[in-house]
């Protein structure tokens, strides 16, 4: 009986390790009710500034803007661009060629 008792305890306790592992969908997610915009409209904000595809996605407090950006890394014609979204206004606040190696 001892043994069903710890086996179950520790199913339990690696099941809850597993779920707060996952608690966010994407770095800086527990900004997301300072935003204005959503998470999908910064995206496609952003791939109209640099078409191709998102590699990357945060949501950060950085100087500039409004202070709360959306960044992604967007792969596209054989480069990496970092793309900035003002999270309040959804201007963009960058657009440039990824300079950290790629």
């Known amino acids: 009986m001892s043994k ?3 086996l179950a305890l520790s199913t339990t306790a690696i099941i809850l390790a597993s779920q707060s592992a996952f608690a966010f969908d994407y770095p ?17 904000l952003a791939l109209k500034a640099y078409p191709g595809t998102i590699v990357e996605e945060k949501l ?7 202070g709360l950006r959306y960044s992604f890394d967007i792969v596209g014609h054989h480069m990496t661009h970092d793309v900035a979204v003002d999270a309040k206004t959804g201007k963009i606040l960058k657009n440039t060629r990824d300079t950290d190696g790629n």
């Open 28 to 44: 800086g997610m527990q900004y997301e009710h300072d935003a204005k915009i959503t998470m999908h409209q910064a995206q496609l």
């Open 4 to 6: 069903r008792i710890l």
């Open 60 to 66: 950060k407090y950085k100087l500039g803007g409004s």
